[in-house]
């Protein structure tokens, strides 16, 4: 017998909103992780607010937003209004987050504003040292590679103006400046939209207003293990790179073992290899022969752990590829460096939970 198309609501409900989350969803380990993660960040936090003891309306709870914060990047939504907007209705999210049914969700405006102070005290960074070290074990520590990819900032041509001229002339930022034909430069010219971004290109691509993503990855699972964003130039790589290799060697300690780093072409230059044999690095670059000597001596490129490092360096991409298919930092939607770095960051902290997850259920599998 056919049912009639009717719609009736209980008034009240005994079911929690965990109930309606299954058992065995991805979001379940990834939330636990980041949970311990957060519970270990409770001293920061407590520095964050400690100015704000004598009193105030109450501010975001800084492990909600950082865990709004991720769920922007693991479900690529696009914006703080859109991601506000599904929360409001999506179970999912009010779950992950920490919001009940009939919380408040928060204004977008609040939301962004709150995100200000993470950057001034690096909770992000925090969040993703964190992250890293509750898997400390799945880390060789030892074998590592490193890569740079560019980000295009989200600034367009006709803000790249003059640093100090007539604004009408050049154009104005708003589409009605012509800048065909002129020579322009990062030392004459910047964006009026945003100072930080710079005129760059790399290889075959066009010009662009671009920032540069950097990561120090270990070989053992493909984690990444360290994160930043610079300006956008031919140095910023290699500068980056022994930025992050020294951070490593201070895990391990000035007296510890040696470790490698596997990169491609752009490293064979003669300041990075002498830069990472201060830093009891030992550099597994790939040679540059085209028309020149190759700063990476043959007795290090004729080693069997050489050719295993520039074979497993390619795993690197992997973290590039995640983030700008789902992490959206492929043209970021905000503005300023330390903005930028912050999306970045957290879009890797994301990346790694997710590979954490899947080489936890791979280990449960394999036992």
């Given at each position: 017998?056919?049912?009639?198309?009717?719609?009736?609501?209980?008034?009240?409900?005994?079911r929690?909103?965990?109930?309606?989350i299954?058992?065995?969803h991805p979001?379940?380990?990834?939330?636990?992780?980041?949970?311990?993660?957060l519970?270990?960040?409770?001293?920061?936090?407590?520095?964050?607010?400690?100015?704000?003891?004598?009193?105030?309306?109450?501010?975001?709870?800084?492990?909600?937003?950082?865990?709004?914060?991720?769920?922007?990047?693991?479900?690529?939504?696009?914006?703080?209004r859109?991601?506000?907007?599904?929360?409001?209705?999506?179970?999912?999210?009010?779950?992950?987050?920490g919001l009940?049914?009939?919380?408040?969700?928060?204004?977008?405006?609040?939301?962004?504003?709150?995100?200000?102070?993470?950057?001034?005290?690096?909770?992000?960074?925090?969040?993703?040292?964190?992250?890293?070290?509750k898997?400390?074990?799945?880390?060789?520590?030892?074998h590592?590679?490193?890569?740079g990819?560019?980000?295009q900032?989200?600034?367009?041509?006709?803000?790249?103006?003059?640093?100090?001229?007539?604004?009408?002339s050049?154009?104005?930022?708003?589409?009605?400046?012509?800048?065909?034909g002129?020579?322009?430069?990062?030392?004459?010219?910047?964006s009026?939209t945003?100072?930080?971004?710079?005129l760059y290109r790399?290889?075959k691509?066009?010009?662009?207003?671009?920032?540069?993503?950097?990561t120090?990855?270990?070989?053992?699972?493909?984690l990444?293990?360290?994160?930043?964003?610079?300006h956008?130039?031919?140095y910023a790589?290699?500068?980056?790179?022994k930025?992050?290799?020294?951070?490593?060697r201070g895990?391990?300690g000035?007296n510890?073992?040696?470790?490698?780093?596997?990169?491609d072409k752009?490293?064979?230059?003669a300041?990075?290899?002498?830069?990472?044999?201060?830093?009891?690095?030992t550099?597994?670059?790939?040679q540059?022969?085209?028309?020149?000597?190759?700063?990476?001596?043959d007795?290090?490129?004729?080693?069997?752990?050489?050719?295993?490092?520039?074979?497993?360096?390619?795993?690197?991409?992997?973290?590039?590829?995640?983030a700008?298919?789902?992490?959206?930092?492929?043209?970021v939607?905000?503005?300023g460096?330390?903005?930028?770095?912050q999306?970045?960051?957290l879009?890797?902290?994301?990346?790694?939970?997710?590979?954490?997850?899947?080489?936890?259920?791979?280990?449960?599998?394999?036992a």
């Open positions: 017998m056919r049912s009639a198309d009717t719609f009736t609501e209980s008034l009240f409900t005994m929690r909103l965990d109930d309606f299954p058992a065995n979001l379940r380990e990834i939330r636990k992780t980041a949970n311990k993660a519970a270990r960040m409770e001293p920061l936090f407590a520095q964050m607010y400690a100015c704000d003891s004598k009193g105030g309306r109450p501010a975001i709870a800084p492990e909600k937003l950082l865990r709004a914060m991720l769920l922007q990047v693991l479900f690529s939504v696009r914006s703080e859109q991601l506000m907007e599904q929360v409001q209705y999506n179970m999912l999210y009010r779950w992950f987050i009940a049914m009939d919380d408040d969700v928060w204004v977008p405006t609040v939301f962004t504003k709150n995100r200000e102070r993470l950057i001034e005290h690096d909770a992000v960074v925090a969040f993703f040292n964190e992250v890293v070290a898997k400390k074990k799945w880390l060789s520590g030892e590592f590679s490193v890569d990819t560019l980000i900032a989200w600034a367009s041509h006709k803000s790249f103006v003059p640093k100090e001229g007539d604004d009408d050049h154009g104005n930022g708003t589409g009605t400046g012509d800048f065909r002129e020579k322009r430069s990062n030392e004459t010219h910047e009026m945003d100072a930080d971004a710079r790399k290889g691509t066009a010009s662009e207003l671009r920032y540069m993503g950097h120090l990855c270990d070989n053992r699972h493909g990444i293990a360290n994160a930043m964003v610079t956008a130039d031919g790589e290699r500068e980056a790179a930025v992050m290799l020294a951070d490593a895990v391990l000035a510890g073992k040696r470790i490698t780093v596997g990169a752009g490293y064979d230059a300041e990075f290899i002498e830069a990472c044999n201060k830093l009891k690095v550099p597994h670059v790939a540059n022969k085209s028309g020149r000597n190759s700063a990476v001596s007795d290090i490129a004729q080693t069997p752990g050489y050719a295993a490092s520039q074979k497993r360096r390619k795993v690197i991409e992997q973290g590039f590829g995640w700008k298919q789902i992490g959206n930092i492929r043209q939607m905000v503005r460096i330390k903005r930028v770095d999306v970045f960051v879009a890797m902290a994301a990346y790694n939970l997710v590979r954490m997850r899947t080489l936890g259920q791979i280990r449960l599998q394999a």
